[in-house]
């Protein structure tokens, strides 16, 4: 009986059309990537129907997180070569700075500019600041929360939020309010950044939310 | 020319060049592509979070007594927050005897109350929505030419059909004097997201005015008395 011989065949597949989709996926999501920024907090935020989208640049944000703390972001004042040298970030923390006599060197407040939100009492930035890593920053964090000290205080007895508030306003006139609660975190606590921010003469706010689908029924 | 000419004079000699493979390895390179695309698609974030715009009327000075705008009763709605994602609603003055009904945040509940009560500018509003969607709708009517000129030239036609529809919406709302005026008030144990539930219901029911103020004793009374009907 003659052998049946089987076909000699390369082990080698033709990778290139393979390699071509790779590549062209690869572009696309280097070039519409933007990075989540590191947020001091987890929020997870409520539905809405809103399909306004959120600005990001001259807005100041309210974190509020679950258990009530008040975490605060500010972002650039815009995204051209001379409003990013506006140093917005950094004049805010300077009059911060000298409101509650802190002293920030100007390495630390060029240091502030890239850094994103933070939830502690002006006292305790400059640590914040001159952290090394994310790691140091959330034992700082820890260490606050042992304290009772962490997130920006906002009642009467030491409000600077409401300090926050102004010098961004003060340096920024037109810079927008956005509000990013959980959906566990008490209204009592939102209401009373809305009431903090009324005082300012903030009337306009932004909730930050997700989209929801819904289908709108009128009755007959 | 030249090459070939050299071609035939080595395929006479003895010595062959060896043939290459034009294959190159490619595994290395997919593996690394395979990494980065991972990458970046665990860490891209696509959709830009979404936000709700609420404007708050300025509080009212507390010295100054005669800014004291008094709603219309026929006209007021009140919408209480309690505990445990419960809505309450009343029609007219806040008194003890102010009828108080239950209702949650369903699609039956407090939505339906609000569309009938609004029926007058919801149908106004669905009509125009309905209008651009048909046929026969041409932009070129309804809107000025110049001004649809010129923003010919930035926006595509949808958005600025869209952009149309929100202004017509805006006019039909601040023409409205029939609708309610919903006053929202939550007591202290309500959560965020309730919160912002309610004011979603609000731009659901195209609901025209509604301002959000504190709870009163008397509210907080008749939540605590409300019995089941």
Redesign the interface.
Known sequence: MPKIKLPHKSP?ID??P??DL??L??TF??L?????PQEAAVID????????????INVMTFL?SKEGKVYFALSDKGQTASDTGFHFRSKVLAEMGKKYTVNFTPAQLKKFESLSSFGLPVQYLPKWIDAKDQAERDALQAELVKMKKDGIPYDSADNQLAYWIFYARSISPSVEV?I????????????EI?DIL??K?V??????????K?E????K | MAEIIQEEKQKGGKKRPKKHSTNIDMTPMVDLMCLLITFFMLTTAFSKPKVMEIILPEPPDPKDTSQQTEVDSSRALTILLAKDHSVYYYRGKADIKAKLIKTDFSDEGIRTILLKYNEALSKKVKELQEKVKESTFKIDQVMDKKELDSLRKTNTENEIVNEYVSKEIKKLKADDDLGPIVLIKADEEVKYKDFVDIIDEMSIANIARYAITDIMPVEKELIKNYTPQ
């Open positions: 080698h990778m290139t393979m390699v790779f590549s996926l690869l999501f280097m519409t990537t933007s990075f989540k935020t409520p539905a809405s129907i809103s399909e306004k989208q959120a600005p990001d509020v956005q990013k609660g959980d959906v566990d975190a008490d209204y009592k606590n939102v209401k809305l009324q005082e003469q009337n306009k706010f932004n909730l930050t939310t997700n989209l929801e819904v709108i029924k009128l009755q």
